[in-house]
């Protein structure tokens, strides 16, 4: 394929730079004016050639390092051979050479291969992060229809759900914990950012065990108790432990007198262990690190 005007040569004249990589020169076909004797001009870029120079033809190479065209036909006849001597040959990826001082071509173009190879591999990795996530999505997410929406169940929270049925305040801190036990209470007027009640209050024992147990209430009002927790740091297997969460199950559930000793049992029977359940539609809950029982709505 012969180079198309204004494309350097490489020093020997049997390569030509096609702005991505060094193309050989293809001896020009018959009948074209090289083969008619009419020479074909010089590559450009050279102009101290002052003969003109046509590529070899297929067969053995030209000697490395030097450019011999051959003597045209024609008028230029008795014209001597030109020899010049030929820069070094460099191979077909190497730039053409630059002057001291000018940054090599070759070191930009491959900067910039770099750089879009970099881009390239990012711009994949996002695709692929993209078309994965929209394939987990399609998977795992319900199917969108145009049925109406189903009912809510009978017992949908409300309002009155949100607190422990027919517990006060003074039924827990008052009767149960200061009247019958000397339990001392003491208020906080700040909410609790646990379950968003408006108001809490603390109760420990006047005994040589005030710092070991501990019985808190969270409430919005005086009969809209929303959570109550016992605490005990004296260990696991221990008898007041066992007592205090046993006796709490059985004053929550006082208003309803048929619960009251099976909540009392479950809480005496689950008082070391983690465990769950629901009565009289207050949930209770046992963990043994830390030791403690909690009482919220169950819903």
């Known amino acids: 394929m012969a180079a198309p005007s204004g494309r350097p040569y490489s020093p020997d004249g049997r390569f030509w730079w096609d702005g991505r990589a060094w193309q050989p020169v293809q001896p020009p076909p018959p009948g074209s004016p090289a083969q008619q004797g009419l020479g074909v001009p010089p590559p450009p870029g050279f102009p101290e050639q002052q003969h003109p120079v046509v590529p070899p033809p297929p067969g053995p190479a030209a000697r490395q390092g030097f450019s ?19 820069q070094p040959y460099a191979p077909p990826d190497a730039a053409a050479p630059t002057p001291p001082g000018v940054a090599s071509p070759g070191r930009r173009r491959g900067t910039g291969v770099f750089v879009l190879v970099t881009v390239g591999t990012l711009i994949a990795a996002l695709a692929l992060g993209a078309v994965t996530g929209a394939a987990i999505g399609l998977a795992t997410a319900e199917p969108v229809t145009d049925a109406s929406a189903p009912a809510f169940p009978g017992r949908f929270p409300t309002a009155k759900q949100r607190y422990l049925p027919k517990v006060t305040v003074d039924m827990v801190a008052v009767n149960w914990l200061q009247a019958a036990n000397a339990w001392t209470c003491a208020k906080s007027a700040a909410p ?70 099976k909540a009392e049992k479950w809480a005496g029977e689950n008082a070391d262990r983690a465990a769950v359940t629901a009565i009289g539609g207050i949930r209770l809950q046992t963990s043994p690190r830390p030791h403690s029982m909690e009482a919220v709505p169950a819903i």
């Open 68 to 86: 011999v065209p051959p003597q045209p036909p024609g008028p230029h006849a008795a014209q001597p051979y030109a020899v010049r001597q030929g």
């Open 192 to 261: 609790d950012p646990l379950t968003g009640a408006k108001m809490g209050m603390i109760c420990r024992p006047g005994d040589a065990a005030r710092h070991q147990m501990s019985v808190s209430i969270w409430y919005d009002g005086p009969d809209k108790v929303v959570s109550v927790k016992a605490g005990c740091k004296l260990g696991v297997g221990t008898k007041a432990c066992t007592s205090l969460f046993a006796k709490m199950a059985d004053t929550l559930l006082s208003p309803a007198r048929s619960l009251r000793a």
